[in-house]
């Protein structure tokens, strides 16, 4: 036996920390297509892919919280889908399924316990999402990523979120050059990076686009938009040589390496990032899921590396943004 079996599916904050897995067993000489990822018709159905991994599609979507229709077909999908997961793992002699979150959880772990492969769970928030709460007591191993966790998912390990090599060996001062070239700034003047995820963030860029109607500051802001808001941006932005819309980014090391100061949501991979990387950061947590954002943030608030401001306060984080774009020695205390 000798395959890896991946379930992650829905947004880069599940699927990006398991590819860094996936990465590093191919770096100790697992051959890739001795690894299969599981998932859905969202991120990871073009990512997985990309990164040059076998991709098995599963017809399934995640629990409505509210009375819908659609819930009424999931326990048959999740049926269906499992037996696929089961079938596939079997064909492929694979070893270990590791699950890392999201709609994609219940057929797998359902799948791999059915085909007798051992699962292993990684919980990337500080807040335990409803799928791996109830996929815990199938796992042979569950590891978090934020000591809050281990109170939810007890016998849990830290272990942080996987990064990809890019972040995790970062050397800022190498790469910085190459970074401003790829954004087509100069680094004269500040430069103010704005990430809202994957998925982007709408109140981060209403915040943002308010901040440059003062055509007085000067700075640079690099605007990871997310997909669907990049045209939008792109047309308020016309015209104003400070604003470099762009709708996603893979090589987030090199967004790092450029930004002197991030604005962003609190999504556990960013604050991850954000850490190993030391960049600092005012962080505004998308007020949803029972305040996880703001959780996985709270740590790197308490050691400095952060200033934390709720979305309803976005006045007061987009003055924090200015003062510390004002203040170097500010940011290098950071």
């Not at 802001?221 to 941006?233: D, E, K, S, Y």
């Not at 987009?318 to 774009?325: F, P, T, Y």
Request: hydrophobic share 45%.
């Amino acid at each position: 036996m000798t395959g890896y079996a991946f379930a992650a599916a829905g947004t880069g904050g599940h699927v990006y920390p398991a590819l860094a897995v996936a990465d590093a067993l191919v770096e100790r000489g697992a051959d890739p297509e001795d690894v299969v990822f599981f998932g859905g018709d969202r991120m990871e159905a073009a990512a997985v892919p990309e990164a040059g991994y076998p991709f098995v599609r599963l017809e399934i979507h995640g629990l409505r919280r509210s009375a819908s229709p659609r819930n009424v077909a999931l326990p048959i999908l999740v049926r269906r889908s499992a037996a696929v997961v089961q079938r596939e793992l079997l064909a492929r002699g694979t070893m270990a399924m590791a699950v890392f979150g999201g709609y994609i959880t219940g057929p797998a772990v359902l799948g791999a316990n059915r085909a007798r492969v051992p699962v292993l769970i990684h919980e990337q928030n500080a807040v335990p999402g409803l799928a791996n709460r109830l996929a815990r007591r199938s796992a042979r191993r569950v590891m978090v990523a934020f000591e809050p966790a281990t109170s939810v998912l007890r016998g849990s390990s830290v272990v942080g979120n996987p990064l990809r090599r890019q972040i995790a060996a970062l050397d800022t001062a190498a790469v910085r050059g190459e970074a401003l070239l790829r954004y087509e700034v100069a680094g004269e003047r500040p430069v103010l990076g704005v990430a809202g995820g994957s998925q982007g963030a709408g109140a981060l860029n209403n915040a943002v686009a308010a901040l440059l109607a003062d055509r007085s500051l000067d700075i640079d802001v690099i605007h990871l938009t997310g997909r669907q808001h990049l045209a939008a941006i792109s047309a308020a932005a016309a015209g104003d040589e400070r604003w470099h819309p762009f709708g996603f980014e893979e090589r987030m090391d090199l967004f790092y390496a450029a930004c002197d100061l991030v604005l962003a949501r609190s999504g556990a991979m960013t604050v991850s990032e954000l850490a190993v990387t030391g960049t600092p950061s005012v962080l505004v947590p998308l007020p949803a899921g029972r305040g996880y954002q703001g959780r996985n943030a709270s740590d790197l608030e308490r050691a400095g590396g952060t200033v934390v401001l709720p979305q309803d306060r976005i006045g007061d984080a987009m003055a924090a943004v200015i003062e510390l774009l004002g203040d170097p020695p500010g940011r290098e205390r950071m």
